[in-house]
């Protein structure tokens, strides 16, 4: 290595993994590999299970059965069409056909056998695609714009400073040992669609004049992450040019390596490092390593759009357009991969591009023909007007699949989603997020209303799937703030129908056109609080 393991020199100091982690590095397991598909699943000793991460893979439920998830970077969701097809055919060929795109805009096989591994390496390599890093106490995939060179609302196009960032941090020794995972956003979209500041890292647009030249380039937010004690981040007083991105991002991420948490894994995120010190001191050490930085410019954010762009747009190219579709609860299956890689061929550039709303998008469209391509039968589900509670609805995997969830979701939230659609109509969207345990893949904390699975005890003493309701939550500019918890568990059997009670009286008592956000900042926790007391009381007295 090249540099020192200070936090070695204290071992009573570093909880169980630190030290597995001193003893071995996680990628090293990429060169194991090839032996234990050779060799079959029970030749995996079980404390190289947990390693598997650094590799993109992590054990399904049970982790006995020896399936294997795994998940597959996309910076910033750009994927092109040889790497469509690719991902498509191991869906189909190993993974029970079932694709899904993360929160993080990656996309996530299910079902696969450590004998397949190899050839679904060969696969990904073959395209300039990797699993490695998508999980693991090592930098992750990048998120950004998903319209990054195709966008009229972007101050730059952030492609190559996405890729080089990403590049870096690919398999890179001196970064695989991270106190925990390391989460970065880059995005020049004066939207937010990159979710700034539930990022450990986020660079964000932004302008400063410097020697009497107006020059492009970014903020940078620190310390965000959700989780069981999730923090907004907090920007700190300096201005990126784009060469200098990659510095500030080796730099923050050494900073991480070097003073994280090793101590206590609940607390070793970039998050609780940056709250104790505070942005100035995190500041004063980053420039240490960068040299002095300007300082903050024009942040030219102007508000958030959650990472939905539904329907057709007018890309910066003229003459092209991008069509936005919804992936309902963002789970495909490899025939509809292969139908998306045929008509992105046949009407746009080829690439088909992931949102961090679990959603998709085709680009370089000519625009004669958006109606054309619209026609194709693949878009009867994957829409580009899906009804309203379905368009804004998010999941996590779930029990499923998933070892750390306690209930079911991925399903489970699109039946609550079509059962709203059909039942009640609202002239503002609300968006629903669902999450099976506290990590929140699924990014409860952000959404209007949030679901947060967990178990409860029936009178008569047997533990069901049940759900709590935070609700107010958003990342818009200058009211960034997560949802807070309304009291009182709920069945899940019952959840659809009492949050359709909650949504009508929503209906009932909010002004013209007042989003769910602004209603709950109006009235506060209070009115639904009490809405929701009484329907459970009425449930309960009717025996549901």
């Not at 292969?338 to 992105?344: G, H, K, N, Q």
Request: aromatic share 10%; with cysteine; proline share 4%.
């Amino acid at each position: 290595m090249a540099y020192k393991k200070t936090w070695a020199e204290n071992p009573d100091q570093l909880n169980k993994d630190e030290l597995r982690k001193l003893d071995r590095d996680g990628l090293d397991i990429l060169n194991d590999i090839e032996y234990y598909a050779a060799n079959g699943f029970d030749s995996i000793p079980k404390e190289d299970w947990p390693t598997f991460k650094w590799a993109g893979l992590y054990l399904q439920r049970p982790k006995e059965d020896g399936y294997f998830m795994m998940r597959v970077n996309i910076p910033s969701g750009i994927i092109t069409n040889d790497q469509i097809e690719a991902l498509a055919s191991i869906g189909r060929d190993y993974g029970r056909g079932v694709i899904d795109i993360t929160t993080r805009q990656a996309i996530q096989f299910h079902w696969l056998e450590i004998e397949q591994l190899p050839d679904i390496f060969n696969r990904l390599e073959k395209v300039g695609l990797s699993s490695v890093g998508a999980c693991g106490d090592i930098p992750r995939t990048i998120v950004g714009n998903p319209l990054a060179g195709i966008d009229p609302d972007e101050l730059m196009d952030t492609r190559e400073i996405v890729e080089d960032v990403f590049q870096f941090f690919q398999r890179n020794p001196d970064f695989s040992n991270l106190p925990r995972k390391f989460k970065t956003s880059i995005s020049s979209n004066i939207h937010n669609a990159g979710h700034d500041m539930i990022n450990c890292l986020a660079f964000t647009p932004a302008v400063k004049e410097i020697d009497g030249e107006e020059i492009i380039g970014f903020h940078v937010k620190v310390g965000g992450g959700l989780s069981a004690k999730p923090y907004l981040a907090e920007e700190i007083d300096a201005f990126v040019r784009p060469e200098r991105v990659k510095d500030v991002a080796i730099a923050v991420a050494t900073i991480f390596r070097d003073f994280g948490y090793r101590q206590k894994r609940h607390r070793a995120r970039l998050k609780f490092l940056v709250a104790d010190w505070g942005a100035e001191a995190f500041l004063q050490k980053l420039i240490e390593y960068t040299g002095e930085l300007p300082s903050k410019g024009i942040d030219k954010t102007e508000d958030w759009n959650g990472g939905y762009f539904y329907g057709v747009h007018p890309q910066k190219q003229e003459g092209l357009s991008y069509v936005g579709f919804n992936v309902p609860v963002g789970r495909m299956d490899s025939a509809e991969w292969f139908e998306l890689a045929r008509i992105a061929r046949k009407y746009g550039s080829g690439e088909v591009r992931t949102c961090n709303s679990q959603n998709l998008i085709i680009p370089g469209v000519p625009n004669n023909k958006t109606d054309e391509m619209l026609n194709e039968h693949l878009f009867e589900r994957i829409t580009t007007e899906p009804d309203n509670f379905m368009a804004y609805s998010v999941s996590c995997t779930g029990i499923e699949y998933c070892n750390l969830a306690v209930v079911e979701t991925k399903e489970r939230m699109r039946r609550v989603a079509e059962y709203l659609d059909n039942e009640i109509s609202l002239d503002v969207p609300v968006r629903l997020h669902m999450v099976g345990c506290p990590n929140s893949c699924g990014q409860r904390q952000i959404a209007d209303i949030g679901f947060q699975g967990m178990k409860m005890r029936t009178k008569d003493k047997q533990m069901i799937d049940a759900f709590e309701l935070h609700v107010g939550g958003t990342l818009e500019k200058g009211v960034a703030q997560f949802n807070k918890k309304l009291k009182g568990k709920i069945d899940a059997e019952i959840l659809p129908e009492v949050v359709k009670e909650l949504l009508i009286h929503f209906d009932e008592q909010k002004e013209d056109s007042e989003t769910f956000f602004a209603y709950v900042e109006r009235t506060g926790l209070t009115a639904l609080q009490e809405k929701l007391d009484a329907v459970l009381a009425s449930r309960q007295e009717q025996g549901a």
